[in-house]
């Protein structure tokens, strides 16, 4: 157990140390353009910024993934950062002025998602049970745009019916929280690192993919450059190593904990209460 907070208190460190050398480095963020023969012209940027979250998605995604049960006070702690970071994107996406933020709204951004993300996490350690429902919340977001991805501008085209669709997702995997606890622990954090790992790797391979979480999170029928979410054989490709990667998780996690499915209704609490 002192192994484990030891590992929980280094990803908090690691966290606030990232985000406080981002916050105390130059404004200039420096870009690269890489050319996109699809459209013509060099469309396609990569910025330190969104290098640094997706190092942070992909390292989280991969952690949730195959150690979300095992490691799990590191858990709470993700689970709070994604879903503070998420809402604090999400008010600043739509409050955003017609202008933008300036030159520095890509800092403005990863500063106040990550700020609000430290503070959530630290308040899930310390109320494990709001991040015990946050842990359910955030896989049932997660499949509910892993299955809206699959079509141009989502499955459901309409903005307010992608909305209820998430939202329904969000509450199902909320009340499954509370009666199939471990399963929704094991299952839960598949989904979630699967989908935060892709999201991360697509500010490399630069497919689109994470196009879809910026359209539906932000409300808006478009994305970047005014082009909308669309599939290609790239975008499925994504989604498939997605899937793939949710399955070879969670059959991962249950075989490592597959002494501990037993009722619920005789077994001891899990250690994991006491966070």
């Known amino acids: 157990m002192a192994s484990l907070q030891a590992r929980t208190l280094a990803i908090v460190a690691f966290l606030v140390c990232l985000f406080s050398s981002v916050l105390a480095a130059p ?16 469309v396609y940027k990569i910025t330190i910024s969104g290098t640094i979250v997706a190092i942070i998605l992909m390292a989280a995604g991969f952690l949730f993934a195959f150690f ?6 590191i858990t709470l702690f993700l689970s709070g950062f994604y879903v503070f970071s998420t809402l604090a994107w999400i008010a600043l996406k739509n409050a955003e002025p017609a202008n933008g933020y300036g030159s520095n709204s890509q800092w403005i951004y990863l500063g106040a998602a990550g700020a609000a993300g430290i503070l959530g996490g630290a308040l899930f350690l310390c109320f494990w049970r709001l991040g ?3 842990i359910g919340a955030i896989a049932g977001f997660y499949f509910a745009v892993f299955i809206l991805s699959w079509a141009n501008s989502g499955v459901i085209s309409s903005g307010v019916g992608r909305t209820i669709f998430i939202i329904a997702f969000v509450i199902i995997g909320i009340v499954l929280t509370f009666f199939v606890e471990r399963h929704v622990v094991i299952l839960g954090t ?6 935060s790992f892709f999201v991360g790797l697509d500010n490399f391979v630069l497919t689109g993919f994470s196009d879809a979480f910026t359209a539906f999170l932000s409300g808006k029928k478009t994305a970047f450059g005014g082009d909308g979410y669309t599939v290609s054989g790239k975008v499925y490709g994504m989604l498939a190593g997605t899937l ?3 399955v070879v998780g969670a059959c991962f996690q249950y075989y490592k904990h597959r002494g501990s499915f037993i009722p619920k209704t005789h077994r001891p609490a899990p250690n994991y209460q006491h966070v």
Not at 68 to 73: A, D, S
Not at 190 to 195: C, E, H, K, P, Y
């Open 27 to 42: 404004q200039d963020d420096a870009t690269v353009t890489i050319p996109n023969p699809e459209k013509g012209g060099d």
């Open 68 to 73: 979300g049960h095992k490691f799990f006070r």
């Open 132 to 134: 015990f429902a946050a």
């Open 190 to 195: 598949a989904i979630v690192g699967s989908g």
């Open 244 to 246: 793939a990667m949710m």
